[in-house]
């Protein structure tokens, strides 16, 4: 299997997954063979690539956290606004992430075509639930975490789209009207019995910096409640993911680095220790090249050696980056 690039497709490559619209429509299945009209309708929607099958295929161990036809499940539940389907799928996300025997938060797969509040919100998810598993968090209050993720930015709804959209720069005005949505979001919900308290001030302080540089309370370290630490990173991992009218998406080596620079200023490190040992950074499918100038192929992932997969050289020779003592001095160097 590979990871080919919007650009790269040709037709007749075999696709790994099903292909769909953005209304959930299937546009193409699993194992069907790419067109050319099919591909100007992904390179249209915004598609970062497709997993194509080729000779590694048979090798690889491939994990999907929520298949595309159950993510857009997902989304269309996030944009409905049934609070009693919204909390099932809090618990829904929850169950399938603790039924995984390993959690990989791949970059490819994350980086999605919808670009929307309910895609990022959905994401958010997914990655501070993961987190939060890692941190030893228990059932309730990897529910609980899970629908803070899923509201954390239901502020915005008060903030003018002209700002929230503005494609250039913020003004000072307009930079502080964003701030506030911590806060609109938190007296939306405060009236509502069915939110723990929990729930609510995870949205109010998911902007708090771990130095207290923060929104909107200036709070620090062990002030700012857990889920809301959780939330931060989750928050800005998706966003730095994500290309907007202001910026471009940044490079998975570049999000793992501003995070961990961040550390203790923005972000609790414990956290973002914790976060980063289920982040992907060259995915299964993805073709690097070694300290030794091989090409290889990527056929396994572990959570503990995000830098060091199984990969497997041209010549069909896998080497465990990580705990085959032949290999501990081949890294990688690039893609």
């Known amino acids: 299997m590979r990871f080919i690039p919007v650009n790269k497709i040709q037709p007749g490559m075999i696709i790994v997954k099903n292909i769909y619209d953005e209304d959930g429509r299937k546009l193409l299945g699993r194992n069907k063979k790419m067109t050319a009209p099919l591909i100007d309708k992904i390179r249209h929607l915004g598609y970062p690539g497709v997993y194509i099958y080729d000779r590694f295929s048979e090798h690889e161990e491939l994990s999907e956290l929520i298949d595309e036809e159950e993510r857009i499940k997902m989304l269309r539940t996030l944009q409905g606004k049934n609070l009693d389907q919204i909390f099932f799928l809090s618990n829904k996300i929850v169950d399938d992430l603790l039924d995984q025997e390993e959690i990989h938060l791949d970059f490819n797969t994350l980086r999605h075509y919808h670009h929307s509040t309910y895609e990022h919100s959905l994401n958010v998810a997914i990655a501070a639930v993961t987190c939060g598993i890692g941190m030893g968090l228990n059932n309730r209050q990897l529910r609980e975490l899970a629908l803070s993720a899923m509201f954390h930015d239901i502020?915005?709804?008060?903030?003018?789209?002209?700002?929230?959209?503005?494609?250039?720069?913020?003004?000072?005005?307009?930079?502080?009207?964003?701030?506030?949505?911590?806060?609109?979001?938190?007296?939306?919900?405060?009236?509502?019995?069915?939110?723990?308290?929990?729930?609510?001030?995870?949205?109010?302080?998911?902007?708090?910096?771990?130095?207290?540089?923060?929104?909107?309370?200036?709070?620090?370290?062990?002030?700012?409640?857990?889920?809301?630490?959780?939330?931060?990173?989750?928050?800005?991992?998706?966003?730095?993911?994500?290309?907007?009218?202001?910026?471009?998406?940044?490079?998975?080596?570049?999000?793992?680095?501003?995070?961990?620079?961040?550390?203790?200023?923005?972000?609790?490190?414990?956290?973002?220790?914790?976060?980063?040992?289920?982040?992907?950074?060259?995915?299964?499918?993805?073709?690097?090249?070694?300290?030794?100038?091989?090409?290889?192929?990527?056929?396994?992932?572990?959570?503990?050696?995000?830098?060091?997969?199984?990969?497997?050289?041209?010549?069909?020779?896998?080497?465990?980056?990580?705990?085959?003592?032949?290999?501990?001095?081949?890294?990688?160097?690039?893609?």
Do not use: W
Not at 212 to 221: A, D, F, K, N, V
Not at 291 to 312: C, D, Q, Y
């Open 155 to 335: 502020g915005k709804e008060c903030i003018p789209l002209e700002i929230l959209d503005k494609p250039g720069p913020l003004t000072p005005d307009e930079r502080a009207i964003i701030n506030c949505h911590p806060v609109f979001g938190y007296e939306m919900l405060k009236q509502r019995s069915e939110f723990p308290s929990t729930v609510r001030v995870a949205i109010l302080q998911h902007h708090e910096n771990d130095d207290g540089t923060g929104y909107p309370g200036g709070l620090s370290h062990e002030d700012i409640y857990i889920y809301a630490r959780i939330i931060h990173v989750a928050d800005v991992f998706d966003a730095l993911l994500s290309k907007r009218a202001y910026k471009d998406e940044y490079s998975a080596l570049e999000t793992i680095e501003y995070l961990m620079a961040n550390c203790d200023r923005m972000f609790n490190y414990k956290v973002v220790t914790t976060f980063l040992n289920y982040v992907t950074v060259y995915p299964v499918g993805v073709t690097v090249t070694l300290s030794t100038g091989e090409k290889a192929h990527v056929i396994r992932n572990r959570n503990e050696f995000p830098l060091r997969p199984v990969v497997m050289t041209e010549d069909g020779t896998t080497m465990d980056l990580a705990l085959d003592r032949n290999y501990l001095n081949v890294t990688i160097v690039g893609k």
